[in-house]
């Protein structure tokens, strides 16, 4: 069943999904984080379905293209830099055995990433000007962002571990017919 024409068809499959919503974000900008997440989630199936190395370059195909098709190049840019590869490294850093140290190696590659997302989007897409006229909300801007995403981040990380187990109880089996 995991043979080659199956990957690449079902690779081609979740990109194209993939791609559908991230140019869904140019036509509904109010989920320009909504759909990336959701773009994110089915990456999952490409991990559970095939393997890492298979799902990675499903993440690179669908980042490349989607700065090309998306016209909000802000919802890419968050695709390209966490929602496309978290789920991916979702697997390994579930593995941490303390609890609490998982949790705050996730916190820190979230933040991280986010952080390089403010960054590349006020310096490389020009929003400097936007901050310098927004006086002190401007300085904090990173901070802000970051006391506002992470609450949403821990709901989206817990929220995996159900759509893992939602996908391999009821989804696949319906998908692949056996019930």
Same mark, same amino acid.
């Given at each position: 069943?995991?043979?080659?024409?199956?990957?690449?068809?079902?690779?081609?499959?979740?990109?194209?999904?993939?791609?559908?919503?991230?140019?869904?974000?140019?036509?509904?900008?109010?989920?320009?984080?909504?759909?990336?997440?959701?773009?994110?989630?089915?990456?999952?199936?490409?991990?559970?379905?095939? #393997?890492?190395?298979?799902?990675?370059?499903?993440?690179?195909?669908? /980042?490349?293209?989607?700065?090309?098709?998306?016209?909000?190049?802000?919802?890419?840019?968050?695709?390209?830099?966490? !929602? /496309?590869?978290?789920?991916?490294?979702?697997?390994?850093?579930?593995?941490?055995?303390?609890?609490?140290?998982?949790?705050?190696?996730?916190?820190?590659?979230?933040?991280?990433?986010?952080?390089?997302?403010?960054?590349?989007?006020?310096?490389?897409?020009?929003?400097?000007?936007?901050? @310098?006229?927004?006086?002190?909300?401007?300085?904090?801007?990173?901070?802000?962002?970051?006391?506002?995403? #992470?609450? !949403? !981040?821990?709901?989206?990380?817990?929220?995996?571990? /159900?759509?893992? @187990?939602?996908?391999?109880?009821?989804?696949?089996?319906?998908?692949?017919?056996?019930?």
């Amino acid at each position: 069943m995991k043979n080659i024409s199956y990957r690449v068809a079902l690779g081609g499959i979740i990109s194209a999904f993939c791609l559908l919503a991230m140019f869904l974000t140019g036509v509904f900008p109010a989920l320009s984080f909504v759909l990336p997440m959701m773009t994110g989630i089915l990456m999952l199936i490409m991990v559970n379905e095939v #393997n890492v190395p298979w799902a990675l370059l499903t993440y690179l195909a669908v /980042g490349l293209l989607s700065l090309f098709v998306t016209y909000d190049k802000g919802s890419a840019m968050v695709f390209i830099l966490f !929602f /496309g590869h978290y789920p991916i490294t979702y697997r390994y850093l579930n593995k941490i055995p303390l609890r609490i140290l998982r949790l705050l190696v996730k916190l820190a590659v979230f933040n991280g990433c986010m952080i390089l997302f403010y960054y590349i989007n006020v310096y490389l897409f020009g929003l400097q000007d936007l901050l @310098e006229a927004a006086q002190d909300f401007g300085k904090y801007g990173t901070i802000i962002l970051l006391a506002a995403m #992470n609450p !949403f !981040f821990l709901m989206y990380d817990y929220s995996l571990d /159900g759509l893992c @187990e939602l996908y391999r109880r009821s989804l696949k089996p319906r998908i692949l017919g056996k019930r």
